[in-house]
């Protein structure tokens, strides 16, 4: 249920708009306050040239939260949008969809506003809501007649706050108008209107509690305006009682019912609205058409003089009576007859009555009358139309209920259209036998098209179905008597209460009686016109007057008065008496052919200027015999003679008169065209006025722009060119003039005709051509002649505001600097490489705040990664090769890394080949960047540390043996000490000796770790003491362990020093021959032969200091030394070696 | 001084020079004759060193660290077995090496002259038999 509630309050509510001059304003006053949030929807009616755009949609779509539209055709509207009409078409809706109309009629008769409202209440019934508007004119008033009648809403602007008041006014008028609000109010109060929980379709306490009062209500209407709705259809009643209650914002029957026992205007409202009927001329064309060739031809045709009488029961503003009035009239005078017409229009609605008496519509309403007609039937006032008073003349509108008052007879035709439709099915059984009753034989009923005769078929005959034509068929028919007098006692409490309303009631309702006593007995009485022509009459008028037939003349009193009488007709007339005074002339004569009248003259002036002329006899009539034939008095002759001049004279004036009231009327029916085109051209005023202020604010806008961008271009120093499609300058700015030397006049010159610096101008223009060819933006490097300075050209398509390509701009960047320093920097990032390269780093870089290392190839190859492995690491995974205690140790110096700003440490990679890698990390922090960061190499350092243990190692070695040296030097000053006797002894002991084991270790030295040949020691041995002439040497190649050479060498100084000293290189001639061989088994046997030339004697030797230090050194060697001497010479052998 | 002492050849101390250098080896032997004690062995490698004492038993022995045939620890391990007093004799700054390895050892570094060495022997000795007295308290 609650759901059902909720729908029925999102139901989509459509409000249609009418405006027209001033109704920009009010339109944007009114939006600007609404909520696009609600179930709303917003068509806005304007009247708009046709020959210019509308900027409607674009104007008001700035000054309100909803969305503005034009309408195209075939849009659905949805809640929380306007819609706005388009120019030179009108707008219906159908199924909630807004489709475009073209118009019928000719600028100056089109009422969009009526056409729409009309098909919008049609189609949305009580969801449809309308709005009018400032303008001129009343368009809308019919519309809004629809919108009620179907239940919607109407909302009036206050007039006094409309620039223009006319159609406020004019919807005021109506009396249909539910709101009559401020432009801002307006959007508030419908939106009320619709929260009203009665809209739910199915609030069952309110219709419940309305159908309950329902009689009541009825009865208490019955009592203040006397009429009674009992018998109308209760679905109708209740729809329209509930919808009073929600434009009053009550909450049920009960309370509305109290309303309306004290508040007397409400029942007027009620009773109104409860007769709200939409009718219009001609409705439904078709139907009068039919009308038309069935009845109304025929019933001109077939007259003989009898008086044709109609009536319109139910008449409400007279549009139904009139139409029928113009159809006869229009017969009679294309069959060229004189046939009296008499047409009775009644209704219950006093106040519509007094509109229809008035004849006077909205000139939109003049476009449903046939076009023949308007000309001949209608008169334009200002901004509307009255209906020709020869048509008005023929109708008597008045007060008059079918069901309740006394019926009319003898009646030809009866038009009552859409008048059942609100009866119950009882009140409509009784009113068909009252129409049977009035009713000629023959005569015709003509029904709306929602109507038909229901069982009385055997009162009438179809005549024709479609356009609800019915003929009378013959018989008799009772006076339906059951309605006299019922419930009739009351009325005078509603009559009192419309005191102040005059009523015209007409003689004839008194019925056939006072029609008779007029006919016999009472004084003869003439209706005219201020001009004196005759509107109607009683009585016998013989004796006053003389028909003239056919005179043009003829029905102007002045000319048919008798002799006698004219002078004081005239005058009478002449003075029109003031309504509801009279004025009397006294003893008249009347002089007719046949006798003479004395008679007094009474005119009595009606309210609508009229005038009645009472002619009341003062004695008998005096007959004159034909002898008795007066001569005419000359005065009489002239007096006639005058008068006939000045009838003459006034027909003249007449037709005149009538001459220049045509022109007149077509001078003011083009002045309505003009009007309403003004009108028009009003709306597109007050749209280009409001585009003008905003055209200006945009111009200030842009003048501000531009200068921004004439500065940018004076001052930027950005290059740059802007050309258009066809490559001619457009605009520049003065930082260019370096590349190209634009002078003044070279804005809209090709681009290609102005020198420049560049050399390439060619690919310059083709890349231009393409960019504005296809629309990608191109990017290429340019040079000047001298090719010292670089440019990048970023040539980009220059696109107008709808997006399409309209040239391009070129922008150049001076490149050269960057150039140098990228070429720079390459060469730095080369070298730095090549470092890296050269010294095997590697570069990493550790983000304590993401706990990440980044490793470049060199550094995951050293940590022992994947080549494949991520750059960026979790430093957990970066570490991993590592074992557990490396692992740590290198964590830790990351961790400490923050704090201490620096980084060094040394790991040790275990590889999987049993090898181990030192791993040297070395950072510093650095939180230049945003991120603060650890960055530094990593480097394998095993190699590096092996040779310093080396070195190490090297250096103890080196000191061990210089100590050695030392004391080598020192113990050998010692030995040569103990022996020697002199100094001179002492150095050349030490120095030979020193010197041989120099020698020796020159020898271990020359050839860095290669053994020695045991040649290369015995010739170093020799090579002081001797030339090679001296000497020779044979053996083996041997080589001399490093060990052996100084004990070897020692010992073969001593043996070549002695030798110099006593034997073959010194005094004694010979021939050394050092010769050696190697037996096997490790040994070596070195043979010493000194042979001498001649044969010598050598005296006792002592073993001195020389052959102790060769037997130690034998020893040393494991060796044994012996020694042979013979006078031929001296053999020493030296046998060593394992 | 001790040197001084005229002893018998049998009275006198017995020493045993290992060191592969001919010269320092023929210095030493010198010196220690000089200074009366009787030089049992000279020797340029543990392997020549370990030979002569199977017949010799040196009451003191002077070494060089590095000799012919490696280093001199394996004779020195023997000769502190046999009660040697020993002095090694270097040119290597090894001493805390050695002393942590030979506690009893005394060390002179390279280069020497007799005075030193003989003095260092002397202490040595001296101290030795202070520590032997004791003990045969």
């Not at chain 1, 109507?451 to 024709?464: K, M, N, P, V």
């Not at chain 1, 070395?922 to 480097?939: P, Q």
């Not at chain 1, 050092?1074 to 490790?1082: D, I, L, Q, R, T």
Request: net charge negative; charged share 25%; glycine share 6%.
């Amino acid at each position: 249920m609650s759901d059902l509630v909720d729908d029925e309050d999102r139901r989509l509510c459509i409000v249609g708009i009418g405006a027209s001059a001033g109704g920009l304003e009010a339109i944007r006053e009114m939006l600007s306050s609404a909520n696009p949030e609600t179930n709303l929807a917003y068509v806005v009616i304007q009247h708009l040239d046709p020959n210019h755009e509308s900027l409607l949609a674009e104007l008001l779509g700035r000054q309100t939260a909803l969305t503005a539209q034009q309408v195209s055709g075939g849009e659905k509207v949805e809640a929380g949008k306007v819609y706005i009409i388009p120019p030179g078409h009108g707008l219906s809706m159908h199924e909630g969809v807004l489709e475009l109309t073209e118009f019928a009629q000719p600028r100056g008769l089109r009422r969009p506003i009526d056409d729409f409202f009309e098909s919008l209440a049609l189609d949305q019934g009580r969801y449809a809501a309308c709005v009018i508007l400032s303008g001129t004119g009343a368009d809308g008033s019919s519309g809004l007649r629809a919108i009620k009648e179907h239940g919607g809403l109407c909302i009036a602007q206050t007039p006094e706050t409309a620039r223009y008041d006319g159609m406020p006014n004019a919807a005021k008028a109506t009396r249909m108008v539910d709101f009559v609000r401020r432009p801002d109010q307006i959007v508030d109060t419908i939106t009320q209107f619709y929260a009203h929980k009665s809209l739910a379709q199915g609030d069952p306490v309110l219709s419940r509690t309305v159908a309950e009062c329902i009689s009541d209500i009825c009865d208490q209407l019955f009592k203040v305006v006397g009429h009674d709705f009992t018998d109308y259809k209760p679905s109708t009643l209740v729809r329209r009682i509930e919808r009073r209650i929600q434009v009053l914002d009550l909450n049920d029957g009960n309370e509305y019912l109290e309303r309306l026992k004290t508040d007397r205007e409400e029942c007027e409202t009620l009773f109104r609205e409860l007769l709200i009927n939409v009718t219009r001329f001609f409705r439904d064309c078709e139907h009068f058409e039919v009308l038309k060739e069935k009845v109304i031809e025929p019933l001109v045709r077939d007259n003989d003089g009898e008086e044709i009488r109609v009536w319109v029961p139910g008449c409400s503003s007279g549009e139904e009576a009139y139409s029928i009035a113009m159809l006869f009239s229009e017969q009679v005078r294309l069959q060229k007859k004189t046939i009296s017409i008499q047409i009775f229009a009644t209704d219950i609605d006093e106040q519509m009555l007094k509109i229809a008496r008035q004849g006077l519509y909205p000139i939109s309403a003049l476009a449903d009358i046939p076009e023949e007609m308007r000309e001949l039937y209608t008169i334009a006032r200002e901004g509307k139309f009255q209906v020709d008073s020869r048509i008005r003349d023929m109708i008597r509108f008045s007060l008059h209920s079918v069901v309740r008052d006394p019926p009319l007879s003898n009646i030809d035709l009866i038009s009552c259209r859409n008048l059942l439709i609100y009866f119950a099915e009882k009140l409509q059984s009784s009113a068909l036998p009252i129409f049977h009753y009035a009713i000629r034989p023959g005569g015709t009923l003509f029904l709306g098209p929602s109507e038909t005769i229901g069982r009385f078929e055997s009162a009438f005959a179809t005549l024709d179905q479609s356009a609800r034509l019915f003929r009378r068929k013959d018989g008799d028919s009772d006076y339906p008597l059951h309605l006299r007098g019922k419930r009739n006692t009351s009325y005078e409490n509603r009559d009192s209460s419309r005191e102040e309303v005059a009523s015209t009631r007409v003689t004839w309702q008194r019925g056939l009686a006072a029609d008779r006593i007029l006919q016999a007995y009472a004084p003869a009485t003439v209706h005219v016109t201020a001009a004196g022509k005759i509107l109607g009459s009683t009585g016998r008028l013989s004796k006053y007057l003389a028909l003239e037939p056919g005179s043009e003349s003829a029905q102007h009193i002045q000319t048919l008065a008798r002799p006698g009488l004219r002078e004081a007709v005239s005058a009478l007339i002449r003075r029109g008496p003031e309504s509801g005074k009279r004025v009397i002339t006294r003893d008249l004569s009347a002089r007719s052919e046949f006798g003479q009248q004395q008679l007094d003259l009474i005119a009595e002036g009606l309210s609508d200027g009229t005038t009645l002329l009472i002619f009341q006899d003062r004695d008998k009539f005096e007959a004159i015999d034909d002898a008795d034939i007066e001569e005419l008095n000359p005065s009489d002759s002239h007096v006639q003679s005058l008068e006939e001049d000045l009838r003459s004279t006034r027909a003249r004036l007449h037709i005149t008169v009538e001459e220049l009231e045509t022109a007149n009327e077509e001078l003011k029916s083009s002045n309505e065209e003009m009007m309403s085109m003004n009108e028009e051209l009003q709306s597109t005023n007050e749209e280009l006025a409001t585009v003008n202020d905003e055209l200006k604010s945009k111009v200030d806008q842009l003048s501000v722009a531009n200068a921004d961008l004439h500065n940018f271009f004076s001052s930027t120093a950005l290059p740059l060119v802007v050309v258009d499609s066809n490559l001619h300058i457009r605009n520049y700015t003065e930082a260019v003039l370096e590349i190209y030397p634009f002078r003044r006049g070279d804005r809209g010159r090709p681009l290609n005709e102005v020198s420049s610096i560049l050399l390439e101008n060619g690919e310059i223009i083709q890349a231009t051509t393409d960019v504005i060819n296809g629309g990608e933006a191109r990017t290429l490097h340019v040079r000047d002649m001298t090719g010292g300075t670089t440019w990048s050209l970023l040539v980009t398509p220059y696109r107008g505001s709808d997006e399409s390509i309209d040239g391009a701009t070129l922008v150049f960047t001076n490149l050269t600097q960057e150039l140098r320093l990228e070429q720079a920097l390459a060469e730095e990032g080369d070298r730095l490489r090549l470092a890296l390269e050269v010294t095997e780093l590697g570069v990493w870089e550790f983000v304590p705040s993401t706990q990440t290392l980044r490793l470049d190839d060199t550094s995951k190859a050293l940590l022992g990664l994947p080549e494949k492995s991520p750059g960026d690491l979790p430093i957990e995974d970066a570490v991993k090769s590592l074992d557990k205690e490396h692992q740590k140790v290198l964590l830790d110096a990351f961790a400490n890394a923050t704090q201490k700003d620096e980084l060094d440490v040394t790991v040790t990679l275990q590889e999987a080949d049993g090898q181990s890698r030192e791993l040297r990390l070395f950072g510093r922090a650095d939180g230049s960047r945003r991120v603060f960061r650890v960055l530094g190499v990593i480097s394998d350092v095993t190699a590096q540390n092996e040779s310093a243990r080396i070195r190490e190692l090297m250096l103890r070695e080196m000191n061990h043996r210089v100590k050695n040296m030392f004391s080598i030097i020192s113990g050998m000053l010692r030995l040569v000490g103990r022996s020697a006797t002199t100094v001179r002894e002492v150095v050349e002991g030490v120095e030979t000796r020193v010197s041989a084991l120099a020698r020796s270790h020159n020898l271990s030295q020359q050839q860095s770790g290669a053994p020695v040949s045991l040649s290369d020691v015995i010739e170093a041995t020799l090579s002081p003491y001797a030339g090679e002439d001296r000497y020779d040497m044979k053996g083996p190649n041997v080589t001399v362990d490093s060990g052996d050479l100084s004990p070897l060498s020692l010992i073969l100084h001593e043996w070549a020093t002695n030798a110099a000293k006593y034997g073959v290189l010194g005094p004694i001639e010979g021939i050394l021959h050092v010769s050696w061989e190697a037996p096997g088994n490790g040994k070596l046997e070195i043979l010493w032969n000194e042979s001498y030339s001649d044969e010598f004697e050598h005296g006792e030797q002592k073993a001195g200091f020389g052959s102790m230090l060769v037997q130690i050194a034998a020893d040393q060697l494991d060796g044994s030394v012996s020694v042979d001497a013979s006078p031929n010479g001296r053999i020493m052998r030296l046998t060593y070696g394992a | 001084m001790a040197h001084d002492i005229q002893m018998a050849k049998e009275d006198k101390i017995k020493v045993l020079i290992c060191e592969d250098e001919i010269i320092v080896s023929m210095d030493i032997m010198f010196m220690m004759e000089d200074l009366g004690y009787d030089v049992v062995g000279q020797c340029a490698s543990v392997r020549d060193g370990l030979k002569i004492l199977e017949n010799e038993q040196p009451d003191a022995a002077i070494l060089d660290v590095r000799v012919k045939d490696g280093e001199v620890f394996p004779l020195a391990r023997e000769l502190e077995k046999r009660g040697t007093q020993i002095i090694f004799h270097s040119g290597h700054a090894l001493e805390d090496q050695i002393s942590a390895s030979f506690p009893e050892a005394a060390f002179c570094p390279k280069p020497t002259n007799g005075r030193q060495l003989g003095n260092c022997l002397m202490e040595l000795l001296a101290k030795n038999a202070d520590e032997n007295a004791e003990r045969s308290h």
